[in-house]
């Protein structure tokens, strides 16, 4: 090598590592490595199988010792019909009569401290139930005590028996492999002790930070998105060894099929890769696009992505949409065919890429508190939708029919029973529907009304705020109510997010009643009677003809239907374009506004601005003194129309 | 051919014009059903927004956000009228099959006829008919079943392509292709009824064997161009209601009542073309037919 190449080389060498280094820099702000992981893991993709071997260094990060560890076993929730998962399934006969080889499950062989085997020592527990075939939960005997601050480094073996997918991990068919949950992994140690639930039909996870250093061993053929940056891959006969690293999160997935498409773009300093079903090619763009779009709003609001990669699925069968740390699912609902208006594709790419900020970084434990990452996430969803495709028909604007995100989210609150409240632990909600409610849709359409109530820029601080506090920890649902006390004081929102948190049931302000009539001459014991029967209305008495001193008594009767309570207002309309405001605190059942005003009273409306999308129910939410029929006329007789339609179709089978 | 399918199309119009009021009979039962299974909505709709502004709104646009606060305020709301719609169809398709009887011969008939006659022919061919419906029911459940078959593969062999119009194409060739099997259906049941009617056959069977042995014998080509004429009549029916329905929607009540009317003039229509098919085919099977020579008295009766 000669002495002038030399300043180069070493150039090139210093601004790789600048890159490198620098994109690590971003990542590790300032997660605390609690359990980290080496790994080998080889995929069989013909016995859909995954050997793993490697270590696992896990930190004591409380200040109480432990005698036990205890690791979540989730692979083991597909072994068989008797698990807690599958006796949770609604759709018994669809998922739980599987083939044989269609079952997943996870053996370990080794599980070692040093020279100490734990699998001796070893038991299944089941902390959420009293299912003694469930398998999920492992716990081991320590040979000595692990305190405060010390750490221990463990020896695994294990093999992984990939499931026909369910609850988006397995295969599909011979070519399709997305591997989640596939390992041994540490449950959170708390002050109060092991966290560490089973795994449920609706509970997603709960793990503690740290750094993965993955080396993935696959058919030569197939292409890889995995958790984490590519650091190096070579091939090897008939495999390919791909080295992945990530720091600063708390899971690993990966997927491998020969029939990805790969589309690559960027945004800021992370590479975005998209991974696309083959026949899916020509949603690709709109993946990208989606991702870097929402990549735009989540950094403006709470600060830029801070990992060097995303990697974006499109999934094959029931996988479904998932987010794993730098790597989400998405996929193509109807077809690689879908109108611009029809926004799917990226409301999967905004929601799942939400996660890794709610979820991902912010890291709330989704089995007890599900609503603080898919609640504020569904949330930033709805925001992200109305701040790029506006307020109107930005979810679906197709053939004239509109429909905006907040809308679906409100519809699903209208429609779908929902007897729980928010705050219950995943698997205790009376079903998945009600689970759903209430930890996306309910809090999405909730956090929007406090928006609106509290201000737009106040509220995206606060936000903000319990973002940066609690990213790379584990926040509950007090530190979220308490930051919000301490931020925005208002007792009247503060009351209303705890009720949606605690109190099942629903919000509904209407105007029940009103009325308005011209005001007469006093009458009875204390009055000129004679006086009053002389002085119709037709013949007003001198003083009395002139418009300013007719007056018109009204009232307006304004009712709570629902169980919430929160503060509302009332305008009142009058004739002559006159308008009153009034302020209810909206705790009774009812409030009554009398007024005395010189013209007749129109309508009243309650919540004029739309500020609570959480009212269900906007019809009652104005009443006119005079029918307006202009819409039960039009509604009728289009149903007249539709119905003779329908009719006439029938009888084209006479 | 093209001049025979014209003439038995224009030949339609006028049977069609000389019978209007068959129309009047097919369309004023649907209109009285419709509304009937209309009521709870428009008691409810009365009850929600019969003193609201959100009327206004609903006048303007029905949006899918009003529809969900009324499904939400009447939660048996929607499952009832789609009881009643159903129950409405099924009525109403009974009905039909009932007026055809009649309609089918008035259309056969030179003179217009007295609507108790009409009745009277359909009461007596309800029986044929409606078994010609039951059988009818398991041929177009086949025919779907091969339209979706084949419109599968074909799914399947555009899949492979990466184009999104490729995956287009299939799709629409797939709805075609059931469709297609839909139309060949509707044309053999209704030749079927035509015939029964002309030839007095109340078998069911018979009606359909007559009417197989009709269409291929040489015939189906012309009785296919003039059900795609009746097809493009009411294509073009549609369009025009569509145009007219766009610039009359809107909020004001005028435009309401307008656009009420409209909507009913098209229903109206809607009937006019399904009997100037019967129509227009009742005069293919005249012109199709060997005229009968008029036969000369036998010489022991002179």
């Known amino acids: 090598m000669g002495r002038k190449r030399m300043p180069r080389v070493a150039a090139v060498f210093l601004v790789a590592g600048w890159v490198v280094c620098g994109r690590f820099a971003a990542a590790a ?84 401290w040093g020279s100490y085997d734990l699998l001796v020592n070893a038991r299944f527990i089941h902390p959420d139930d009293d299912n003694e075939l469930d398998r999920t939960v492992l716990e081991v005997g320590l040979p000595r005590p692990v305190g405060p601050g010390d750490s221990v480094r463990l020896n695994v073996v294990f093999r992984t028996k990939l499931p026909r997918i369910l609850a988006r991990t397995g295969y599909e068919g011979e070519d399709f492999f997305f591997v989640a949950q596939w390992f041994p992994k540490v449950g959170v140690l708390e002050p109060g002790g092991w966290n560490c639930h089973q795994f449920h039909r609706n509970s997603e996870f709960y793990a503690d930070f740290g750094t993965y250093d993955v080396r993935l061993i696959v058919p030569r053929d197939a292409v890889v998105g995995a958790t984490g940056l590519l650091m190096e891959e070579h091939a090897l006969d008939s495999v390919r060894v791909l080295h992945y690293r990530a720091e600063n999160v708390h899971d690993f997935a990966f997927t491998a099929s020969p029939l990805y498409r790969v589309y690559t773009d960027s945004f800021g300093s992370a590479e975005i890769r998209v991974l696309m079903q083959k026949g899916h090619e020509a949603q690709a763009r709109r993946h990208l696009e989606a991702a870097k779009t929402a990549m735009r709003r989540f950094g403006e609001w709470f600060g830029p992505y801070p990992y060097p990669v995303l990697t974006v699925v499109d999934t094959k069968g029931r996988a479904g949409g998932m987010e794993y740390p730098t ?113 996306y849709a309910k809090v999405a359409v909730a956090l929007t009304t406090v928006e609106r109530l509290a201000g737009e820029e106040r509220w995206l601080a606060f936000l903000r705020k319990y973002f940066e506090r609690w990213r790379f920890r584990h926040p509950h649902t007090e530190d979220f109510l308490s930051l919000l006390r301490e931020e925005i004081p208002e007792p009247a929102y503060k009351g209303f997010l705890r009720q949606v948190l605690e109190v099942p049931g629903h919000l509904d302000y209407g105007v029940e009643r009103v009325s308005t009539h011209r005001e007469g001459k006093p009458l009875g014991v204390d009055f000129d009677v004679a006086a009053a029967e002389t002085d ?88 006119t003194v005079e029918p307006r029929r202009r819409g039960v006329w039009k509604l009728v007789a289009r149903w007249v129309y539709w119905l003779q339609g329908m009719f006439s179709l029938a009888s084209f089978l006479s | 051919m093209v001049s025979g399918v014209w003439s038995c199309y224009a030949e339609g119009w006028r049977r069609v014009r000389r019978h209007f009021r068959v129309v009047w009979l097919f369309y004023v039962p649907g209109l009285v059903l419709a509304y009937f299974a209309s009521m709870p909505l428009g008691k409810a709709l009365q009850r929600s927004i019969g003193h609201s502004l959100a009327s206004d709104r609903v006048a ?101 392509s990466a184009s999104p119009g490729a995956w287009v194409c299939a799709r629409v060739l797939a709805v075609l292709g059931i469709l297609s099997g839909l139309w060949f259906v509707n044309l053999v049941f209704d030749y079927a009824k035509l015939l029964a009617v002309r030839h007095e056959e109340h078998r069911a069977r018979g009606a359909l064997r007559e009417a197989v042995g009709f269409l291929f014998g040489g015939r189906f080509w012309r009785a296919a161009g003039l059900y795609g004429l009746v097809l493009l009549t009411g294509a073009l029916a549609l369009g025009t209601y569509n145009l007219g329905a766009a610039v009359l929607d809107g909020p004001a009540p005028a435009r309401i009542a307008l656009l009420i009317v409209w909507q009913q003039l098209f229903v109206l229509i809607r009937v006019v073309v399904k009997l100037l098919f019967y129509g227009a085919q009742a005069s293919l099977m005249g012109w199709a037919e060997p005229r009968m020579e008029p036969v000369e008295p036998a010489g022991f009766l002179a």
């Open chain 2, 60 to 160: 303007a646009e029905l949006s899918l956000r009003f529809l969900g606060d009324l499904a939400y305020e009447h939660a048996g709301l929607f499952p009832t009228l789609l009881a009643l719609a159903a129950t409405g169809a099924a009525i109403y398709l009974l009905t039909v099959t009932f007026l055809l009887g009649g309609a089918v011969r008035s259309l056969l008939l030179p003179e217009p006829r007295p609507v108790f006659e009409v009745l009277s022919d359909g009461a007596r061919f309800f029986g044929c008919f409606l078994r010609l419906f039951l059988i009818s029911l398991p041929a177009y459940a086949a025919a779907i079943g091969v339209g979706f078959l084949v419109g599968k593969g074909l799914v399947a062999l555009f899949s492979l």
């Open chain 1, 327 to 439: 790597l989400i699912t998405a996929g193509v609902l109807f077809g690689p065919w879908l109108p611009r208006g029809l926004r799917t594709v990226e409301a999967v790419v905004f929601h799942e890429f939400g996660h890794q900020y709610w979820y991902g970084m912010v890291a709330n434990n989704e089995f007890e508190e599900a609503w603080l990452d898919e609640g504020i996430n569904s949330y930033c969803e709805v925001r992200l939708f109305e701040e790029e495709y506006g307020p109107r028909g930005n979810l679906l604007d197709v053939l004239g029919q509109r429909l905006s995100d907040l809308e679906l989210q409100r519809m699903q609150l209208q429609l779908i029973p929902a007897p729980d409240p928010v705050l219950r632990k995943a698997w205790e909600f009376v079903d998945s529907q009600s689970y759903s409610v209430n930890s």
């Open chain 1, 536 to 623: 119709s209305a037709a013949t007003p008495r001198e003083g009395r003809s002139s418009p300013d001193t007719t007056w018109y008594r009204s009232e307006v009767l304004l009712r709570r239907y629902g169980e919430f309570q929160l503060p509302v207002e009332a305008l009142l309309l009058f004739a002559n374009g006159d308008t009153l405001r009034f302020s209810w605190d909206g705790a009774e059942r009812w409030h009554r506004i009398q007024v005395r005003h010189p013209a007749r009273l129109k309508a009243a409306v309650i919540d004029p601005e739309g500020k609570i999308p959480m009212d269900l129910n906007e019809n009652n939410n104005s009443r």
């Open chain 1, 29 to 112: 702000v300032t997660a605390e490595p609690v359990a980290s992981y080496v790994l080998e893991a080889r995929l069989h993709a013909k016995e859909k199988l995954v050997h793993g071997r490697g270590q696992i260094l896990w930190r004591n990060a409380t200040d109480r010792t432990v005698e036990t560890l205890q690791f979540h076993l989730y692979m083991n929730a597909f072994r068989n019909s008797e698990s807690s998962f599958m006796r949770e399934l609604s759709w018994r006969g669809r998922y739980r009569r599987r083939k044989p080889h269609e079952w997943g499950w996870i053996e370990l062989d080794t599980l070692r």
